[in-house]
């Protein structure tokens, strides 16, 4: 099993999608009580639609939440406009935004729809920047936020970070614009430096498409790292994968 790796495995996309709801809440509580804010970064993709949407539509998950004081960051964008249908902000806002009173909580938006990504990728971290620094979260040269929700890519990647893209080289920036040749686009994405600063880390990833590589990533450790998530590995934070039964479905008995 990788190191320092816990890994919770749910009978089903509902079952997951309720314990990272109560979890989202236990972190977001503490770090409220701590810090008095509760930063967080949202994956994108498909997988954790359900859970952003029972985060506001979820009784007493919407009544846990502490949203005034909670800030949501992305981990990645795609480099089109937040209305565009492959927009992570787009499912974002229509699984939970759309359905939350104006002004109820706080959202750092990366500016897909600039022409230039390079530049989205800029006034993002301008953004995190200032918000991380005039509320001393910054350590070690980087955010360190409370929670970052990641997903896993069908090839390993996670965020926007993408086998062979350049942005798995950073280690500077806070957020870059990745060429990645496999979609023939760009992305904005946070970058490692970022991720592994994280307090806690959590990879939501549910399917049989994706259980080949689940097992690879987090029992096949001894072969060298071939997938960009395997360096997700926060240097004084915890990382914990939320598998359903099917993404589990090849790890072996003990982990399973
Ligand atoms: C994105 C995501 C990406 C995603 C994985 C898994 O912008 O697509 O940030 O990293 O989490 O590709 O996507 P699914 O949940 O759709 O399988």
């Known amino acids: 099993m990788k ?38 970064a949202l994956s994108g993709g498909s997988t954790p639609k359900s859970l952003y949407t029972s985060m506001a539509t979820n009784k007493s998950l919407r009544a846990a939440i502490p949203w005034s004081n909670t800030h949501f960051f992305f981990g990645d964008e795609r480099h089109v406009p937040p209305d565009g249908p492959d927009s992570n902000f787009r499912m974002v806002n229509e699984a939970m935004l759309q359905r939350l ?3 109820w909580t706080h959202i750092h938006r990366i500016l897909g729809e600039l022409a230039d990504a390079a530049e989205a990728a800029l006034r993002y971290e301008a953004e995190m920047r200032d918000f991380f620094e005039t509320h001393g979260l910054v350590e070690e040269g980087f955010p360190r936020f409370d929670l970052i929700f990641l997903g896993l890519g069908p090839e390993g990647h996670t965020a926007s970070l993408f086998p062979e893209s350049l942005a798995l080289q950073e280690a500077r920036r806070w957020a870059v614009a990745n060429w990645v040749a496999k979609l023939k686009t760009d992305r904005i994405t946070l970058t490692f430096p970022v991720l592994n600063n994280a307090r806690e880390v959590v990879l939501l990833v549910t399917g049989s498409a994706k259980a080949q590589i689940v097992v690879d990533v987090l029992e096949r450790t001894a072969t060298a790292p071939k ?19 099917a993404a589990a479905s090849q790890l072996s008995e003990v982990n399973a």
């Open 101 to 103: 009173p104006p002004g």
């Open 227 to 245: 997938y960009p998530v395997q360096s997700v590995k926060p240097s004084s934070g915890t990382e914990h994968w939320m598998l359903d039964k």
């Open 3 to 40: 190191k320092n790796v816990s890994v919770g495995i749910f009978a089903d996309v509902a079952a997951l999608t309720s314990e990272a709801g109560s979890h989202f809440i236990r972190v977001a509580q503490d770090a409220v009580a701590k810090r008095g804010v509760f930063t967080v």
